[in-house]
T-cell receptor, first 111, second 115 residues
Framework: DAGVTQSPTHLIKTRGQQVTLRCSPK?????VSWYQQALGQGPQFIFQ???????QRGNFPDRFSGHQFPNYSSELNVNALLLGDSALYLC??????????FGSGTQLSVL | GEDVEQSLFLSVREGDSSVINCTYT??????LYWYKQEPGAGLQLLTYIFSNMDMKQDQRLTVLLNKKDKHLSLRIADTQTGDSAIYFCAESEPPSAGTASKLTFGTGTRLQVTL
């Protein structure tokens, strides 16, 4: 049983560009959450998707957007990248009211 | 708002017990979690405790919760070099209908195990 898978593992972009990160949830899970982990910090909640809709959102600007597909996989899009967007982006999946399981993350570097 | 605090660093000798502490502010927290993160990796759920419990033991791990003081600790017995990692405390509020838990994490405690 595959766990939560994320792609790509590493990504380098320049300021102003746009990026798309992908996540496939653990089998049987229908809810996907995204977290941003800056260097030396704990993860911070970006948003959560369930039934293809954004259900909860953290304190992140509109440059951060997402999507969930009918197969429960999800994408995180970031527009107009800033240097401060450099971080490890973690995807977590769960069933409703169940514990979160995290992927290994995508390391994004913005130059 | 929610806030979770942890000490930044802990060094222990192999075979000793490690105790990692965490304080949180949200009195409506339902679950409190401990996650482990190894270099270059994601988060591994180690254990969790429901807020109406005061202790949970799972093999070498013991979680103690003092709800009155909003203090959570993780004790690792017989600490091994493979336990070297960053440990995150996290809390969640009761999820709304149709949502999963949203976690608030501390900044993490780096555990160094020396020989």
């Amino acid at each position: 049983d595959a766990g939560v898978t994320q792609s790509p593992t590493h990504l380098i972009k320049t300021r102003g560009q746009q990026v798309t990160l992908r996540c496939s949830p653990k089998s049987g899970h229908d809810t996907v959450s995204w977290y941003q982990q800056a260097l030396g910090q704990g993860p911070q909640f970006i948003f959560q998707y369930y039934e293809e809709e954004e259900r909860q959102r953290g304190n992140f600007p509109d440059r951060f957007s997402g999507h969930q597909f009918p197969n429960y996989s999800s994408e995180l899009n970031v527009n107009a990248l800033l240097l401060g967007d450099s971080a490890l982006y973690l995807c977590a999946s769960s069933g409703v009211n169940e514990k979160l399981f995290f992927g290994s993350g995508t390391q994004l570097s913005v130059l | 708002g929610e806030d979770v605090e942890q000490s930044l660093f802990l060094s222990v000798r192999e075979g000793d017990s490690s105790v990692i502490n965490c304080t949180y502010t949200d009195s409506s927290s339902t679950y409190l979690y401990w996650y482990k993160q190894e270099p270059g990796a994601g988060l591994q759920l180690l254990t969790y405790i429901f807020s109406n419990m005061d202790m949970k033991q799972d093999q070498r791990l013991t979680v103690l919760l003092n709800k009155k003081d909003k203090h959570l600790s993780l004790r690792i017995a017989d600490t091994q070099t493979g336990d070297s990692a960053i440990y995150f405390c996290a809390e969640s509020e009761p999820p709304s209908a149709g949502t999963a838990s949203k976690l608030t994490f501390g900044t993490g405690t780096r555990l160094q195990v020396t020989l």
